[in-house]
């Protein structure tokens, strides 16, 4: 059994800034990915921003310079940092992790989600 935890996240002025930490706990042999996606009402769930084990990140071009991903491979977890917050980053936002568990499959798992709300 894997799972993923999420913390941070809530009501936020416009400019402001939040961030969220996600663990990943459970049954795992190696992470590959993690990330964080979101998804506004009516929308389809988009991606934020992902870094690999090694370090590369990508971001959605709405984030960047804005967002900052980072990990701890020791400790499992992901991290987002959100700067300069717009109305339109008001979002329920997932995090992601692409993993090896150990009894060897690859799949990819969710967390509960986190509800972000940036305004006035």
């Known amino acids: 059994q894997v799972q993923l935890v999420e913390s941070g996240g809530g009501l936020v002025q416009p400019g402001g800034s939040l961030s969220f930490s996600c663990l990943a706990s459970?049954?795992?042999?190696?992470?590959?990915?993690m990330g964080w996606y979101r998804q506004a009402p009516g929308k389809q769930r988009e991606l934020v921003a992902t870094?690999?084990?090694?370090?590369?990140?990508n971001y959605a071009d709405s984030v960047k310079g804005r967002f900052t991903i980072s990990r701890d491979n020791a400790k499992n977890t992901v991290y987002l940092q959100m700067n300069s917050l717009k109305p339109d980053d008001t979002a329920v936002y997932y995090c992601?992790?692409?993993?090896?568990?150990?009894?060897?499959?690859?799949?990819?798992?969710w967390g509960q989600g986190t509800q972000v709300t940036v305004s006035s």
């Open positions: 992601n992790a692409a993993l090896t568990t150990a009894w060897g499959s690859e799949l990819n798992y």
């Open positions: 459970g049954s795992i042999f190696s992470i590959y990915a």
């Open positions: 870094i690999t084990s090694g370090g590369s990140t």
